[in-house]
């Protein structure tokens, strides 16, 4: 198994023809940027053994209600996701451990192929950001770092949280997103009108919009999920829909090298993520906004 300071890995390379811009991601988490204290030492990362935070309190004990409680606000009755299966009953979530993860960035490169991302649109789903050891400064992380595994850095990947209290479908004045009953936050296409109040009100960044029509070499096609209908509205993480509904994990998780990412179903007592969430202390970002994102950190 690769370890945090071994080399990255040779094939960690990213698909052809893919861009990054530097207004992704950094730009909405410096507008919140308040919320913690830039250069400091957050208390998710300096409480001691006795001190749980509120994440810690919410995971304790049998039952992972208070985490996964419903909003039917947001579980509108959209049209189903055509490219993928029916929703179960499942309640999807992911971990992610700090520690493990070199930044690599295998994880982006294998979301860019599996939905279908532009080459040329100037974004990815998940942004890999190189911290300072023992800080959580946002505004100054560098998502554009050349190489990862650096053992005096620490590494954050970040990406849709999948809220369970999604604000960015709040904002959304058509309900062209929703909710689904498992928990994965969708858009239609058909229904988005562009007018980006969804970009606004996502605390997270993590939603992009296309400005033209994404560029995808057709050797690296990913046929189960659409490419044309993307042009001119708004695109996001959808937990790779099309295949976690076909029982696979996400491609993330797949392409991660060390394990740093899980993935699984919160209503499964066994699963991976429930197991980690009942028994590791953690953390999710900005949990002060009330969104209660689907994704944890460890570490």
């Not at 052809?16 to 940027?33: D, H, N, V, W």
């Not at 250069?39 to 300096?46: D, E, H, N, R, T």
């Not at 002060?288 to 950190?297: L, V």
């Amino acid at each position: 198994m690769t370890k945090k300071n071994d080399p990255i890995p040779a094939d960690a390379t990213a698909p052809e023809g893919l861009t990054l811009s530097r207004r992704s991601f950094i730009e909405g988490l410096g507008a919140t940027a308040g919320i913690l204290a830039a250069g400091s030492v957050p208390a998710f990362l300096s409480a001691t053994a006795g001190s749980a935070t509120a994440s810690e309190a919410a995971v304790e004990g049998d039952s992972l209600a208070p985490i996964i409680e419903e909003d039917q606000a947001v579980n509108y009755p959209g049209k189903p996701v055509k490219y993928a299966d029916p929703a179960g009953d499942q309640k999807w979530a992911m971990v992610i451990d700090v520690k493990a993860c070199i930044g690599c960035r295998r994880c982006v490169y294998a979301c860019v192929k599996e939905n279908n991302i532009g080459r040329n649109s100037g974004f990815t789903y998940i942004q890999v950001l190189e911290m300072e050891p023992g800080k959580i400064d946002l505004e100054k992380a560098d998502p554009h770092y050349t190489e990862g595994g650096d053992p005096d850095k620490w590494y954050l990947p970040v990406q849709c949280m999948q809220c369970a209290k999604p604000t960015c479908v709040y904002g959304c004045p058509v309900i062209a997103t929703w909710k689904e009953p498992d928990g994965i936050v969708v858009i239609d296409y058909d229904k988005c009108i562009a007018c980006r109040n969804c970009l606004v009100t996502c605390p997270y960044d993590a939603r992009h919009f296309n400005w033209v029509e994404p560029e995808v070499p057709a050797a690296e096609r990913n046929p189960l999920v659409p490419v044309e209908e993307k042009a001119g509205v708004v695109e996001k993480c959808t937990f790779c829909i099309q295949r976690t509904r076909n029982g696979q994990t996400t491609a993330c998780v797949e392409a991660c090298p060390v394990g740093a990412r899980k993935f699984g179903d919160l209503n499964d007592p066994e699963s991976e993520v429930s197991i980690l969430l009942k028994t590791r202390r953690v953390w999710r970002l900005k949990e002060e906004t009330g969104n209660e994102p689907m994704i944890w950190y460890v570490g």
